[in-house]
């Protein structure tokens, strides 16, 4: 059996770093052939993950963010983007649609959008200590054309 | 990422182009709401077609160019959104506050 492929990589909470994490994210994702369209969106759900980080986990300093990729049996790739902190208090009500701590600068879509991009999206946080998102997505196999 | 403005019989349409992200979206914000105060136009068109990206935090340059929109008396909608950002303008729904028209 082929070894399943991954990447860790850490960088601060600096908003530059946002094109630089999706774009990461979309080069490994690359190996598993995937649409424009699944490209757009797994670079899309990483920028909301790490865009939240950025604000709202260090919302005055900065910090360390962790995204971890890896390859998973059946096409597939898991995405997990950590943070060391604030935490979220209530994750049920920080996921629904237009929730947003973020003032008039945020729409509080960010969770909607990588819900309906991704099959799956988990997170877990602990107030004061950090949140964890872990998010998968599998990629249609088509058949190659030769 | 790049802000471009055309003006013509009260109608200002502004040009989006490059990627619109966190990073980027206060700076556009603050030229937008520059832009509106300076030529108080009847309509605001948000012509996204030059974007290669968008993610929530064009969302939030959308609502507040509305809401500036508003004050001053005016309309904002969307043109030309196509493909990725477009895909997030339908996951967020926001067709129910600005109208959005695709290429
Ligand atoms: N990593 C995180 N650390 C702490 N709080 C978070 C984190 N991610 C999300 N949150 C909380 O969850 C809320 C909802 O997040 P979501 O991404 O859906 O919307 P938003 O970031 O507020 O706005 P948008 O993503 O549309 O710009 C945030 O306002 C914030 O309170
Ligand atoms: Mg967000």
Redesign the interface.
């Given at each position: 059996m082929k070894s399943m492929n991954y990447i860790k990589v850490e960088f601060p909470s600096s908003s530059v770093n946002e094109s630089f994490a999706r774009n990461v994210a979309g080069c490994f994702a690359a190996q598993l052939d995937p649409t424009l369209e699944e490209l757009g969106d797994i670079k899309t759900a990483v920028s909301e993950a790490v865009t939240n980080c950025i604000v709202h986990a260090y919302p005055d300093k900065l910090g360390v963010v962790l995204m971890k990729a890896r390859i998973l049996p059946e096409n597939t790739l898991e995405i997990v983007v950590k943070d060391k902190g604030v935490g979220i208090a209530d994750i049920n009500k920080a996921r629904e649609p237009m929730f947003t701590t973020g003032g008039d600068e945020r729409s509080g879509m960010g969770f909607t959008i990588m819900e309906s991009f991704m099959d799956k999206v988990k997170v877990r946080s602990t107030a004061g200590k950090g949140t964890t998102v872990t998010m998968r997505r599998r990629i249609i196999c088509r058949k190659q054309v030769k | 990422m790049k802000v471009f403005c055309e003006k013509k019989n009260g109608r200002m349409r502004i040009l989006l182009s490059g990627?619109l992200?966190?990073?980027v979206?206060?700076g556009v914000?603050s030229s937008i709401d520059a832009l509106i105060d300076e030529n108080l136009p009847r309509e605001c068109i948000l012509d996204m077609g030059g974007l290669s990206?968008m993610?929530?935090?064009g969302?939030?340059v959308i609502?507040?160019t509305n809401?500036h929109m508003t004050d001053v008396g005016g309309r904002t909608w969307v043109e030309n959104c196509e493909?990725?950002a477009l895909?997030?303008l339908d996951?967020?729904?926001i067709d129910r506050v600005v109208k959005v028209y695709s290429k």
């Open positions: - | 990627e992200d966190h990073n979206a206060r914000m990206f993610d929530s935090s969302i939030a609502l507040r809401k493909g990725q895909r997030v996951a967020a729904g």
